[in-house]
């Protein structure tokens, strides 16, 4: 398969469990010195799955069964995700991104989650000169 992702690149990558085969096929495609961090939010631990990727990218499962402290509920789907997201933009980006800096290529799933749409529009406002996928973009 053709290589066709930059690999110049920051790549952020952020979905949950019905976003997986279209991210995997995301990492199938990654260059080999790929930069980045990958966020799946998952039900359970059931949902993991062992991934290969490039050395320079990462994978974290957030399981929403343990995200409420040990009740016996689960957090609301996309809370997760949305609360690792913000976290990554905290770290990663300057209160506006001018392009000047490493490109960033950010795929965003999450689709039904009105959090997700949230932290989908507030790195719209701040990044320019991004590539930006959201399935959910136009939810509102």
């Given at each position: 398969m053709e290589?066709?992702?930059?690999?110049?690149a920051h790549f952020l990558l952020v979905g949950d469990s019905t976003d997986l085969g279209a991210?995997?096929?995301?990492?199938d495609r990654?260059?080999?010195?790929?930069?980045?961090?990958?966020?799946?939010?998952?039900?359970?631990?059931?949902?993991?799955?062992?991934?290969?990727?490039?050395p320079f990218m990462t994978?974290?499962?957030?399981?929403?069964?343990?995200?409420?402290g040990g009740s016996r509920s689960v957090a609301p789907r996309g809370e997760l995700i949305a609360r690792a997201v913000a976290g990554w933009a905290a770290e990663w980006l300057p209160e506006r991104h001018?392009?000047?800096?490493?490109?960033?290529?950010?795929?965003?799933?999450?689709?039904?989650s009105a959090a997700m749409n949230t932290v989908y529009r507030d790195?719209?406002?701040?990044?320019?000169?991004?590539h930006v996928h959201h399935p959910g973009a136009g939810l509102r």
């Amino acid at each position: 398969m053709e290589n066709d992702l930059s690999p110049d690149a920051h790549f952020l990558l952020v979905g949950d469990s019905t976003d997986l085969g279209a991210i995997l096929g995301i990492v199938d495609r990654l260059p080999v010195n790929a930069f980045g961090q990958i966020f799946i939010e998952v039900a359970c631990d059931m949902q993991i799955q062992k991934w290969e990727l490039p050395p320079f990218m990462t994978i974290t499962w957030l399981r929403r069964d343990l995200a409420a402290g040990g009740s016996r509920s689960v957090a609301p789907r996309g809370e997760l995700i949305a609360r690792a997201v913000a976290g990554w933009a905290a770290e990663w980006l300057p209160e506006r991104h001018d392009g000047t800096e490493l490109p960033l290529v950010l795929w965003i799933g999450c689709a039904a989650s009105a959090a997700m749409n949230t932290v989908y529009r507030d790195l719209a406002e701040r990044v320019d000169h991004i590539h930006v996928h959201h399935p959910g973009a136009g939810l509102r």
